[in-house]
């Protein structure tokens, strides 16, 4: 296909088609004349996979570079979903260090519910900050809501990990990264509706139970 | 008390503490002579909660003042709550309007769960925009996901109405405010940490099921 259809497909302009292909993040198209490129549908899925990591998870040049090179290198959808969440870490706006005390208690989480980590996940540093975060606050978690939280998450995780599978069942590393990095942008977002809405919900029940 | 003290133990310097009786947030204190001014606690809980407003939750001047006439207005927990949770929407950088069609999803779902809401509730905009953000990232959320989460959303309301309505229960309105903001901001940052974790876990029993 043409270069103008490509970045159609992809959902991009054309000037950015080019520049992804100038950065060396999809690969050339092949040339068939002086004034025609032929793409494919993998440069189409590959320049799909760029624009999530470029512009919804907001990821550097070199940061994505890292990640296609893991989802090229063939090993498969866990190193390439490990680069991803690293890479979507670094990009976030950077806070204080989490104190040693917040980790420990998210450390503490973690073990009680059995949770496989390697242990340099980019969440337990999230996590521990949000707890200094209420700290500095004044308003301190208690144990019983970190476990709803946790809780909560493992279930969010779950429906992830579910749409990751079905997607990894079909053979195609580049959509399970495209889509690990469009849900953990989008997939924060909508939870964070969610509750607020779920909030109101609740604070009605709250009301009404009060005044019974 | 001293104004040094008052700044202390609201977690704020001298200047910041008079920034904000000069801004009208907190009310003076009480002239005992020239350069003595007595301040009480209600001044430090009130500067607590002001802080909360501007630098956890960053609230303009203004939104804040319209929390804080809602806290003043005795009206109770409901108009306050409502009044933080339509500013903190506000001071969050805005993206384009949801879709008719996302927006009747969330309506959709909060109809389905038999959630109580006004109908203006924010969220819904967001969780629509985040619906969007999927679809346009060409991977369009399906309604067993949706579901998984607006359960997990309910899961994480009720832990925080179960928080705010312990300090209901000790009458103090403001205090309730500041955790509201407080728990908006950083409870979303804790569960985002917390599922990224719990993604890894998911994501290795994945794989130990697919070798199995």
Redesign the interface.
Known sequence: MKISEAAEQS?VTVATFKYYVREGLIPEGERLGANRTEYTQAHVQRA?LV??LLV?GRLSINAAREVLAAVDSGTG??PA??AA?HAL?SARPSDLEASPESRER?EQI?ARLG????GN???????????D??A????P??D???A??????????????????DLAGRGRSDAVV??MV??????????????????????????KQDLS
Do not use: C, K
């Open positions: 959902g799909r624009r999530a919804t959808f866990g979903f490990e969440q870490d998210v973690i949770w496989n980590t390697a996940n980019p969440g337990v540093e999230a996590a521990a900050q949000a707890l975060g209420f500095t606050a004044g308003e978690v208690d019983a809501y970190l709803h939280y946790a809780e909560a998450a493992q279930r969010l995780a779950r429906a992830d990990l579910t749409a990751l599978a495209e889509l469009v849900g953990t942008v989008m997939g924060d977002r909508l939870v964070s509706g969610l509750r607020r809405i779920a909030q109101e919900h609740e604070s009605t029940n709250e009301r």
